[in-house]
Every structure is written in structure tokens, then in C-alpha cells.
């Protein structure tokens, strides 16, 4: 299954109830929403109380992307908040494997990031301790950046491991996606596609999100 994961990080929040049911309509199929806190990235932008009241607002799994540092001291607060899934990078925890224990155990989906700096075979020995891995194809903290193109080698050699040896886990790609290289990435083995300013900068996303799925119906 493909699914499209919008980054609610490009949208509108003074009109995000509109920008949520516009890209749910059109066949989201989770919302992911990007957490960050000016010291593991160099950029902020919300935290669980934010993520609370957006839960409000649709039914879609939460797919919530970590770029903080200690993530182990604020888990508990995201899923209390209701992220379904919940993505903490590589670089930003010294015991990666108790905190993918630790999400299965409060009933979240565990997710593990890798920086574009960092290789796959850092998973060797957790693969199979993770629902979801994220292949940042950008250097996390901002929109809008450019596709670094080693992210495909490094989504082929992710798929390798997962298929070997957990082939339910999810593969996400984030950063620099949109018309122009979905099916590359499509082919190069990731199942879900974060995408933010692709289709929020856009005047209507749900048209653009709608573009997307027709990409992937063709892949
Ligand atoms: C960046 C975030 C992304 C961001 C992607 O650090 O993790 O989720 O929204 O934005 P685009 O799709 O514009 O590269
Ligand atoms: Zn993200």
C-alpha cells in the first residue's frame, strides 16, 4: 500500500480546519505533523497541546515526526495528545532501541528517523523494534528544500533490510518530494511520502494531493 502522509508544516494554521478536510477529502492517509524545538533543528513549531486540538479536527492516524532533542522525556505527552505514530531521530536519543520498545508499550506505532548524514546500516541491529522508518531526504527543519539525491540509494538499501527482516514496517521518505521525483521514490521501495510544500504551497491542495495519488495509481 502507498500512502501520502501531508506535512501540515506548509499549511495554513489560521485556516487549518479548512486545510485539513481539504487534503482529507482528497485521500490523505495520515497527517504528519513535524515537531521541532530550535535545538535538535533550527526551527519551532508545536508542541502536544497543539496536537491535542488538532486531533479534534480529523480522524486520520497522526503522524507525528520528532526533531527534538531527549524525545524520551516528552513521548508519553505526544501520545496522551493522540499521535498515532511517532518518529524520533537516530541522532537525538542514546538508546534508541529502549525508546522503540518504550512507543510499542504505550500503544504507538515507533518510528526512527535517519539524517541524510547517517547510514542505514545504523538500523542493523533495531530494525525489527520499528513499525515505520523515516528517510530524511533533506536536512530536517525546514520546508520546501531540495531532494538530496543519495536518498534513493539509501531508500533501496532501507527496503533491502526491511523486507529481510520486518517487512511490515512502514518506509517513509521526507523532504523534497513532489510531481517532478514521486515515482522515483516510488521506485526506489518507500510505501508512505511525506510532502508539505507540494501541496500546501499550492492554491488548492486538494487538487494537488489528488495529482499525487494519480502518480501513484500510475506507479
Ligand atoms: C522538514 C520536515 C518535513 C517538511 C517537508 O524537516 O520534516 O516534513 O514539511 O517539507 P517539503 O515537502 O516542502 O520538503
Ligand atoms: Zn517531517
Avoid at 98 to 117: F, V
Avoid at 175 to 201: C, E, K, P, Q, Y
Wanted: charged share 20%.
Amino acid at each position: 500500500m502507498l500512502r501520502i502522509a501531508p506535512s501540515l508544516l506548509s499549511a495554513d494554521f489560521a485556516d487549518i480546519r479548512a486545510q485539513i478536510q481539504a487534503v482529507q477529502s482528497a485521500g490523505a492517509d495520515q497527517l504528519h505533523l513535524d515537531v521541532m524545538d530550535g535545538r535538535f533543528v533550527p526551527n519551532l513549531t508545536w508542541g502536544p497541546k497543539i496536537i491535542g486540538d488538532l486531533r479534534k479536527l480529523s480522524p486520520l492516524p497522526f503522524d507525528c515526526h520528532l526533531m527534538i532533542v531527549e524525545p524520551e522525556r516528552y513521548v508519553d505527552a505526544f501520545r496522551k495528545a493522540g499521535a498515532d505514530i511517532i518518529t524520533f531521530h537516530y541522532e537525538a536519543t542514546d538508546h534508541a532501541q529502549r525508546l522503540l520498545a518504550h512507543l510499542r508499550s504505550i500503544g504507538a506505532k515507533a518510528g526512527i528517523s535517519l539524517c541524510p548524514q547517517t547510514p542505514v546500516a545504523m538500523l542493523d541491529d533495531i530494525i525489527e523494534d520499528c513499525d515505520l522508518v523515516l528517510i530524511m531526504s533533506v536536512n530536517p527543519g525546514f520546508g520546501g528544500q531540495s531532494f538530496i539525491p543519495r536518498s534513493y540509494e539509501k531508500i533501496r538499501q532501507a527496503r533491502a533490510l526491511i523486507d529481510a527482516r520486518n517487512p511490515g514496517c512502514m518506509l517513509e521518505v521526507d523532504g523534497g518530494i513532489g510531481a517532478s521525483n514521486l515515482r522515483d521514490v516510488v521506485a526506489a521501495g518507500a510505501d508512505t511520502f511525506v510532502m508539505g510544500s507540494s501541496i500546501f504551497d499550492t492554491q488548492d491542495p486538494g487538487a494537488a494531493l489528488e495529482a499525487m495519488r494519480t502518480i501513484l495509481a500510475q506507479a
